[in-house]
């Protein structure tokens, strides 16, 4: 039985104004008509496979989480007390897991996949990797030099996927460039599996004050229901760290299993514009709009009618009273508007 942890944090400032920090990205139906927060919990639910989630999230999200994942199936939620990063969250779930061995499988709750059955066979290989000890990263196959992603490079052959022979940060274009050539790498999509009890190990072994920490603020905690939170005093004192510089990339244990699933972060407007349909241009439009002579361009409009001529690679999105035109090569740096940073 595979546990899935799905990770339910971050504001989504890149995909402002459609993102805010009231509604962020994660509860949003940003490709198709479900959120991407109800898209990832339902491909866990097969109950031949996969137990009943786990959803580490903040008392900001905590609405939304119930009102999404109550009517898809029953699901225990951790409450964070404070934002200290991916590490310190996932080990809350792990130290609440009903059995030391459990196997988890953590999900970012903002993610897009196109293949639902290629992630649950990936899914499936690598918890049995992870059965065996081993700290298992998902590979997302690289189909462009993308600069804004972490890399992992396989190694040796394993049953069902490969040892890790190293973890690369993101990337200059022209190492990306040759990365993409070389074939034996693919994207760390912050997609893992693991024994819990591994995790822990690993994480007393190479953080060990935050894996106390996280252990006296499981056992300080209170439940409520489905809900734990976790006692406040001792996580806040961890400092803040990622599951790949906490663990990933200081085990001895790492494995990679590859997968090509249709894959995206929706990490900006760029992102989500490669993962909707489009006409025969490459045009993407939600609501009211009218495009002559255009190529590449998303419109999102909630209302307005948008009108747009001879424009290529560019992002015009409106909502409510706020509007957002950039090209597409500067949806990166929408999150650093102030707009996008106050609301």
Same mark, same amino acid.
């Given at each position: 039985?595979?546990?899935?942890?799905?990770?339910?944090?971050?504001?989504?400032?890149?995909?402002?104004?459609?993102?805010?920090?009231?509604?962020?990205?994660?509860?949003?139906?940003?490709?198709?008509?479900?959120?991407?927060?109800?898209?990832?919990?339902?491909?866990?639910?097969?109950?031949?496979?996969?137990?009943?989630?786990?959803?580490?999230?903040?008392?900001?999200?905590?609405?939304?989480?119930?009102?999404?994942?109550?009517?898809?199936?029953?699901?225990?939620?951790?409450?964070?007390?404070?934002?200290?990063?991916?590490?310190?969250?996932?080990?809350?779930?792990?130290?609440?897991?009903?059995?030391?061995?459990?196997?988890?499988?953590?999900?970012?709750?903002?993610?897009?996949?196109?293949?639902?059955?290629?992630?649950?066979?990936?899914?499936?290989?690598?918890?049995?990797?992870?059965?065996?000890?081993?700290?298992?990263?998902?590979?997302?196959?690289?189909?462009?030099?993308?600069?804004?992603?972490?890399?992992?490079?396989?190694?040796?052959?394993?049953?069902?996927?490969?040892?890790?022979?190293?973890?690369?940060?993101?990337?200059?274009?022209?190492?990306?460039?040759?990365?993409?050539?070389?074939?034996?790498?693919?994207?760390?999509?912050?997609?893992?599996?693991?024994?819990?009890?591994?995790?822990?190990?690993?994480?007393?072994?190479?953080?060990?004050?935050?894996?106390?920490?996280?252990?006296?603020?499981?056992?300080?905690?209170?439940?409520? *229901?489905?809900?734990?939170?976790?006692?406040?005093?001792?996580?806040?004192?961890?400092?803040?760290?990622?599951?790949?510089?906490?663990?990933?990339?200081?085990?001895?244990?790492?494995?990679?299993?590859?997968?090509?699933?249709?894959?995206?972060?929706?990490?900006?407007?760029?992102?989500?514009?490669?993962?909707?349909?489009?006409?025969?241009?490459?045009?993407?439009?939600?609501?009211?709009?009218?495009?002559?002579?255009?190529?590449?361009?998303?419109?999102?409009?909630?209302?307005?009618?948008?009108?747009?001529?001879?424009?290529?690679?560019?992002?015009?999105?409106?909502? *409510?009273?706020?509007?957002?035109?950039?090209?597409?090569?500067?949806?990166?740096?929408?999150?650093?508007?102030?707009?996008?940073?106050?609301?």
């Amino acid at each position: 039985m595979i546990y899935p942890v799905i990770l339910c944090g971050g504001s989504g400032t890149r995909l402002w104004p459609r993102s805010r920090k009231a509604l962020p990205k994660p509860f949003l139906p940003l490709v198709g008509e479900r959120t991407l927060f109800e898209a990832t919990v339902r491909r866990t639910i097969d109950p031949e496979f996969f137990a009943s989630p786990t959803v580490v999230t903040g008392a900001a999200h905590l609405a939304h989480v119930r009102d999404q994942l109550a009517p898809i199936c029953a699901g225990t939620t951790i409450v964070e007390p404070s934002a200290k990063n991916t590490a310190p969250a996932i080990a809350l779930a792990a130290q609440s897991m009903p059995r030391p061995d459990a196997l988890m499988l953590v999900c970012p709750s903002d993610h897009y996949i196109a293949d639902v059955s290629a992630f649950q066979d990936a899914a499936k290989r690598a918890a049995a990797l992870a059965e065996q000890g081993h700290m298992v990263a998902f590979g997302i196959a690289a189909t462009a030099p993308e600069t804004g992603f972490g890399y992992i490079r396989k190694g040796a052959a394993l049953e069902g996927g490969y040892e890790v022979e190293r973890f690369v940060e993101k990337p200059d274009l022209e190492t990306a460039i040759a990365f993409l050539a070389d074939g034996n790498y693919s994207w760390n999509g912050g997609i893992f599996a693991f024994r819990a009890d591994a995790f822990l190990a690993e994480l007393a072994a190479h953080r060990p004050a935050m894996a106390e920490a996280v252990r006296v603020s499981v056992d300080q905690g209170e439940t409520r *229901g489905a809900e734990l939170y976790p006692a406040a005093e001792p996580f806040a004192a961890i400092e803040g760290d990622s599951i790949d510089y906490a663990v990933m990339e200081n085990t001895q244990r790492a494995a990679v299993v590859p997968v090509s699933m249709g894959w995206s972060d929706i990490g900006n407007w760029q992102a989500l514009r490669e993962a909707r349909a489009g006409d025969a241009q490459g045009n993407r439009v939600r609501g009211r709009a009218e495009l002559v002579d255009c190529k590449r361009v998303l419109v999102e409009t909630d209302g307005p009618r948008v009108s747009a001529i001879g424009l290529e690679d560019v992002a015009i999105v409106v909502d *409510g009273d706020e509007v957002l035109v950039t090209t597409m090569a500067g949806t990166q740096k929408v999150g650093k508007l102030d707009g996008a940073a106050n609301q």
